[in-house]
């Protein structure tokens, strides 16, 4: 069964370094998507991607971040110079055609660790 | 404010007991409800999409209900391996694509 997929599982960064974090979402679909989710907190949005263009992204999503699609497969959230706060476990999910109320699939996450 | 709300915070079961969970949602012009189970450490894990009121999904031991202003995840003669977090996400339609969550309840299950 397809699914999507994460890398790496784990991140430990010093803070001001920037980090990137990779996903290849589900062969098909169109639409991708980052979360994160601070430990003991709420899986929360922070940007949409389709057709090499941000879609929506949250207040969260400031200016330290940014996304890409650097290839056919891989989709990437960049972290320029994080921050404590930063430190939280990072979901990409892909869905299909974005539609309105249609599944989105999530991968296992990377944990990220600012210290 | 919070448009997606979920009861009990945490629920411990004894194998076989029948329960449900509860999520409770403000959002208007309601797209999908999706519910999710995490297990510690890992991804959201995909289990049912609702879309109208009325509307039922089961699977396995798990049925989700949908009414005007809430969705129930029952749980069915559960077993130690349902213990998990299991997470209530809206889509409001209003913004493509992005979901809002839940708190989450974690279930535990006993043998």
């Known amino acids: 069964e397809p699914e999507v997929t994460q890398t790496p599982s784990h991140q430990v960064t010093q803070m001001g370094q920037e980090v990137i974090l990779r996903c290849v979402p589900i062969?098909?679909?169109?639409?991708f998507y980052w979360y994160r989710q601070i430990l003991g907190q709420k899986v929360e949005f922070l940007v949409s991607?389709?057709?090499?263009?941000?879609?929506?992204k949250s207040e969260i999503f400031d200016d330290q971040f940014s996304v890409e699609r650097p290839d056919g497969s891989n989709f990437t959230l960049k972290i320029r110079s994080t921050k404590l706060e930063d430190s939280a476990m990072y979901f990409c999910?892909?869905?299909?055609?974005?539609?309105?109320?249609?599944?989105?699939?999530f991968g296992p996450g990377t944990r990220l660790l600012v210290l | 404010e919070d448009q997606v709300t979920q009861s009990p915070e945490a629920l411990r079961l004894q194998e076989g007991e029948s329960s449900s969970l509860n999520c409770s949602y403000t959002?208007?012009?309601?797209?999908?409800l999706f519910w999710y189970r995490q297990d510690p450490g890992k991804g959201p894990e995909f289990l049912f999409t609702?879309?109208?009121a009325g509307e039922e999904k089961e699977k396995e031991r798990l049925k989700a209900t949908l009414t005007k202003k809430e969705s129930f995840l029952h749980i069915t003669a559960p077993k130690p391996e349902d213990s998990a977090t299991y997470l209530c996400?809206?889509?409001?339609?209003?913004?493509?694509?992005?979901?809002?969550f839940g708190r989450g309840t974690q279930l535990t299950v006993w043998p």
């Open positions: 999910a892909s869905s299909q055609q974005g539609a309105r109320g249609e599944t989105q699939y």
């Open positions: 062969s098909n679909h169109l639409y």
């Open positions: 991607f389709y057709n090499n263009e941000i879609s929506e």
């Open positions: 959002v208007s012009g309601l797209r999908g």
């Open positions: 609702l879309y109208s």
């Open positions: 996400a809206v889509d409001r339609g209003s913004t493509l694509g992005r979901l809002y």
